[in-house]
């Protein structure tokens, strides 16, 4: 059991679009509900959202509802975070890492296995 590898940041003008990957190695996320975090300089980090491990339930947190997918892929070992409607306070390096526990959680105290995160930045 690995840590996991995002990637997919990048700079982004307000209203565009981009795709994060969360990539795992051997048998990390089986079985195991992925998060999505995401933290700014100088700010706490914060709860994204979060899939099931069959990807038939989500978490969202309000200020991304209506705006984030979270999808995965399962025979690839991968965890997508799709976002839309990109906004200047989106700016923030993303971070996917492994739940502690199989139902849906937005605390980053229950989660591990955690990925050295990917910069996305959102231009006003």
């Known amino acids: 059991q690995v840590q996991p590898v995002e990637s997919g940041g990048g700079l982004v003008q307000a209203g565009g679009s981009l795709r994060l990957s969360c990539a795992a190695s051997?048998?990390?996320?089986?079985?195991?509900?992925v998060g999505w975090f995401r933290q700014a300089p100088g700010k706490e980090r914060e709860f994204v959202g979060a899939?099931?491990?069959?990807?038939?339930?989500?978490l969202y947190a309000d200020s991304v509802k209506g705006r984030f997918t979270i999808s995965r892929d399962n025979a690839k070992n991968t965890v997508l975070l799709q976002m839309n409607v990109l906004k200047p306070e989106d700016t923030a390096v993303y971070y996917c890492?492994?739940?502690?526990?199989?139902?849906?959680?937005?605390?980053?105290?229950?989660?591990?296995?955690w990925g050295q995160g990917t910069q996305v930045t959102v231009s006003s």
């Open positions: 051997g048998r990390t996320f089986i079985n195991y509900v």
């Open positions: 899939i099931s491990w069959s990807g038939a339930s989500t």
């Open positions: 890492a492994r739940g502690r526990y199989n139902w849906l959680r937005g605390s980053s105290a229950d989660y591990d296995y």
